[in-house]
């Protein structure tokens, strides 16, 4: 008896290595798929920005990349006694303006140096509302809780989605052949909009990537919203929010990109290093016996086989951990 859909996901043209440097920029959902990534030890950096929901904050974070942009302290604006900038997360936040603007730069160097060597670009759209500052019009990525009189929102139309992201794409081409993106669309509801309107802005957005997707030969898509939305179907699969995916339900998801997304080599060490990260998080209550040295040991000699075999991994704190005596 089936129980539920099917959704056949075609493989990537491509499909992702421990070689790759992989950005990820986006939602919050951006977020799960990167830390799973980079605990199974892939080469990540993930939101530089911090998170994003909307397309224009997106296409604005990589064009600043692509462009080495720096911020300066004119870019910073004060409110509840933290220095802000419109463009990035609260995470960059700061009661002290000059440590905002280093924290902010030091990314911005950052990224700027990945997005030159970034095999793909993973991008997980939210939102198609996009909020302007009244005062001048500027796009903003983040509220930063400033009163709401202080913005017009708007629901982007496809083509100005398909237009940002095309040109921002363009740019990344020019300066970087060889990378691909893969778009993504968040499962997590925006419910502050409301049902009807967040449907509607989902809609935007989906119409959007596909398009991308036929228009340029490096871009796919991945139905992490699908998977969630049409086939799991369920408020168990959600927080008690109802708005955000659980880890059953992220756990789903991940379990189809490793499946569609990460090519069988790559998942064949997947293993190896799931292994040794287990085995590293191990807390015994006697580390003094022989047999824990042996346990250390062991692993110590795995982990140096596996760094040989994938000399572009990081195991620096591993082989640390397994050494220390």
């Not at 030890?41 to 604005?60: A, D």
């Not at 280093?102 to 700027?112: K, Y």
């Not at 759209?125 to 983040?142: D, H, I």
Request: overall charge negative; proline content about 4%; aromatic content about 10%.
């Amino acid at each position: 008896m089936q129980l539920s859909l099917t959704l056949d996901i075609p493989q990537l043209n491509r499909p992702l290595l421990y070689s790759d440097n992989v950005l990820l920029i986006g939602s919050c959902f951006t977020e799960h798929i990167a830390d799973r990534l980079a605990h199974h030890k892939f080469k990540v950096l993930q939101n530089p920005h911090g998170i994003l929901f909307n397309p224009l904050s997106v296409s604005q974070s990589l064009d600043s990349y692509i462009d080495t942009k720096m911020y300066a302290e004119d870019d910073l604006f004060c409110l509840n006694e933290l220095w802000n900038s419109w463009d990035h997360h609260t995470r960059f936040s700061h009661t002290d303006r000059t440590a905002a603007l280093t924290s902010i730069n030091e990314s911005q160097r950052s990224a700027a140096a990945f997005v030159r060597e970034a095999d793909w670009v993973i991008i997980t759209l939210g939102s198609a509302f996009q909020y302007y500052l009244k005062e001048n019009g500027k796009p903003v990525s983040n509220n930063h809780r400033a009163p709401a009189q202080w913005f017009e929102k708007k629901l982007l139309s496809v083509e100005e989605i398909v237009n940002s992201l095309t040109n921002t794409i363009e740019k990344l081409k020019a300066i970087n052949p060889h990378a691909r993106v893969l778009f993504t669309i968040s499962p997590v509801r925006h419910i502050r909009d409301g049902v009807v309107d967040n449907n509607r802005s989902k809609a935007r957005l989906i119409e959007a990537t596909h398009l991308l997707c036929e228009r340029i030969d490096q871009v796919q898509y991945f139905p992490a919203y699908e998977l969630v939305i049409d086939i799991l179907r369920d408020y168990r699969y959600y927080d008690i929010d109802f708005v955000h995916p659980n880890y059953m339900a992220t756990t789903y998801v991940w379990e189809h990109f490793v499946k569609t997304c990460i090519s069988p080599t790559a998942t064949e060490t997947m293993q190896q290093v799931l292994d040794i990260m287990t085995a590293k998080s191990h807390r015994t209550r006697f580390p003094e016996t022989e047999a824990h040295r042996k346990f250390k040991a062991s692993y110590l000699a795995k982990t140096r086989a596996l760094q040989e075999r994938n000399p572009t991994m990081d195991l620096t704190e591993e082989l640390r951990y397994f050494a220390e005596s």
